[in-house]
């Protein structure tokens, strides 16, 4: 702290995950630094908001020692409005890595092919999904899915049963990064996240499977509507609602090849908007607003 112009860090969205960084920012405070904190998710506001007396109180005059706040998105601002003025609140959308992008790029759609890529828990819509598997499968529905990412633990014993039942058509692949993330995204053309989850903000799998060509299916939520618009890059889906995320999946599956309009879209509003230069310059801009 002492030897920088500007202090930039990500808070956490709990009480003791904001007050963790008080001794810094008084110190970034008492040396005259710009403080500038950058919110990665839409809890802040729900944290803040049933706190009383002390807690209330240092909560809010922690985040009040920042010069200049960042969220991911238009309504996602809401988690700073009670701590900073309007215009010292940007606005900074999530990015995807340069490996995702492929330059004439065709996608496959002969067929479903459905993905989840995310943490695996309630919250993130994981058992709707599989749910809505099981019943495309009953309704003997031609498809594949591939599902990755990391189990939560506190329900890790119910999800393994309910991988274990799923059909051969639907395979668990663990954690994914790099080549094999990019080979998952690229082999998939819907690409399912139901997710509820009370942090949730902007995911940046929805971007990653945007730039890989994938029809997206996910709920109204959270940051999510400020980028994305129903028919052009994709359907909304109820949340904790397997049917219908089924008869939607079913809908698509008669008719994959008239999607490719939204797959290419997608491909290219991708990498208009979410490159890493365009973040970097963005975020270049906000630190020496």
């Not at 092919?113 to 695996?120: D, Q």
């Not at 109204?220 to 939607?248: C, Q, W």
């Amino acid at each position: 702290i002492f030897s920088c112009d500007k202090l930039y860090y990500t808070s956490g969205q709990t009480f003791y995950g904001v007050l963790k960084y008080l001794p810094y920012l008084l110190v970034a405070k008492l040396l005259c630094k710009e403080i500038i904190v950058h919110i990665h998710g839409n809890f802040l506001h729900k944290e803040y908001e049933p706190l009383k007396g002390f807690k209330r109180s240092v909560f809010k005059k922690t985040l009040q020692l920042c010069d200049k706040g960042i969220v991911l998105s238009k309504s996602l601002r809401k988690n700073l409005t009670p701590f900073l003025k309007e215009n010292k609140i940007f606005e900074l959308e999530n990015f995807v890595e340069n490996f995702l992008f492929e330059e004439n790029f065709t996608k496959k759609l002969d067929k479903l092919r459905i993905i989840y890529l995310s943490n695996l828990m309630t919250e993130k819509g994981i058992f709707d999904l599989l749910d809505s598997l099981k019943i495309l499968n009953e309704n003997n529905i031609e498809f594949e899915a591939k599902i990755a990412g990391g189990i939560d633990a506190s329900v890790e014993e119910e999800i393994k049963q309910k991988l274990n039942d799923m059909p051969n058509c639907v395979d668990y692949l663990g954690l994914v990064r790099g080549e094999d993330k990019k080979r998952l995204l690229e082999w998939g053309n819907v690409f399912v996240f139901p997710t509820y989850y009370s942090m949730e903000g902007q995911p940046i799998s929805i971007f990653e499977a945007m730039a890989t060509g994938n029809v997206i299916l996910t709920t109204e939520h959270a940051g999510i509507p400020d980028v994305f618009k129903e028919e052009i890059n994709g359907f909304y889906i109820e949340k904790k609602s397997p049917n219908l995320i089924a008869t939607r999946l079913q809908m698509m599956g008669d008719n994959m090849h008239e999607y490719i309009e939204i797959c290419n879209r997608n491909m290219k509003e991708a990498s208009e908007k979410y490159r890493v230069s365009t973040f970097i310059n963005k975020l270049y801009n906000i630190l020496n607003e």
